[in-house]
């Protein structure tokens, strides 16, 4: 009999093992798990602000309830004052999961910067009473207003009229319409005149601030120093007309992104020959050609009157 009863406690000891195991996994107190990842390269939620662009990131989370109980699961989304959408609350089974989406929304061309992201769930109810303990689970990410390009170029004199034998300087503003410093790439085509480099940039390069006044830069103009073959206007005039165009490129746009923006002006440029100054030339010339003949003829005829006077006076000295 003493046998019978100590192989009967030995099998209930057995059978009774696995249950207390299985209810050991569960907690018997409120409980909840949540675990969050962002489906961008960098890793934390990436939201794009360029103009057309849906300003919206987002992270994929999952939220379990580990416990005994049937959960009452409050979602909470902090994202230093970005807007943030989630699930307001999910009801969760014991030993459930759920997943579910948490969008966050940026201002359009807001500047570009890193945001603190906090999602919390936590347990409301269990069984539909208040949870007997504080449950809560947090995942900490980084939400990052990405950077675009932008840009707008103005010059100052569509029309410039330059005259011959001069420097002059050209200038033109450059507006920075990104979110974010940007560093601008200058440089000039159809810039050549009388087969010579007329035109030339100070740098190749300039940093703007975003969305503030614009930056100036200016390219130098060496006029040629005579254009006196120029064909001649209705004025009649010697002139020559050069447009040039005036090239600026976002390094960003085009080391980061697979659109290289840029923006390009055609300036016109009409030299022109001082007509006064070539008249005053030709016109001294024309003076020092008239003096040197007027002082040859007047110094024959000095000679030929002094050689009369001497024969006049040996005439009348034989007499």
């Not at 995942?139 to 170029?153: E, F, W, Y």
């Not at 020559?240 to 390009?264: G, H, P, W």
């Amino acid at each position: 009999m003493r046998i019978i009863w100590l192989v009967f406690i030995l099998l209930t000891s057995s059978f009774a093992s696995p249950l207390v195991n299985n209810s050991a996994a569960q907690s018997v107190v409120a409980a909840v798990e949540l675990s969050c990842t962002a489906p961008y390269p960098s890793g934390s939620v990436e939201i794009a602000v360029h103009p057309g662009a849906t300003l919206t990131g987002y992270a994929d989370c999952t939220v379990s309830n580990p416990s005994l109980h049937t959960e009452k699961i409050a979602i909470e989304v902090t994202a230093d004052g970005l807007a943030t959408a989630a699930p307001g609350s999910i009801y969760l089974a014991s030993g459930d999961e759920s997943d579910f989406q948490v969008a966050i929304r940026a201002d359009s061309q807001m500047a570009v910067q890193s945001r603190s992201l906090t999602i919390t769930a936590s347990v409301q109810e269990t069984s539909g009473l208040p949870p007997p303990n504080l449950a809560e689970s947090s995942v900490n990410m980084m939400a990052n207003i990405l950077q675009h390009a932008g840009l707008s170029l103005e010059m100052t004199n569509p029309v410039a009229m330059i005259e011959t034998g001069t420097i002059e300087s050209l200038q033109y503003k450059i507006y920075n319409q990104g979110n974010g410093i940007d560093q601008f790439i200058l440089s000039t085509n159809g810039d050549v005149v009388n087969g010579v480099s007329a035109f030339s940039l100070p740098f190749t390069g300039i940093e703007v601030e975003p969305n503030g006044p614009p930056a100036l830069f200016r390219i130098t103009v060496n006029t040629p120093a005579d254009g006196s073959d120029w064909p001649l206007n209705a004025d009649g005039v010697h002139t020559l007309a050069v447009d040039v165009e005036v090239i600026v490129k976002s390094q960003f746009s085009c080391e980061y992104t697979n659109e290289c923006m840029s923006m390009s002006l055609t300036q016109k440029v009409i030299f022109f020959q001082n007509q006064t100054l070539e008249e005053l030339t030709e016109a001294n010339e024309l003076s020092s050609s008239t003096d040197q003949q007027m002082l040859i003829y007047g110094g024959t005829g000095a000679t030929l009157l002094f050689l009369l006077f001497i024969f006049f006076a040996m005439r009348k000295k034989q007499s």
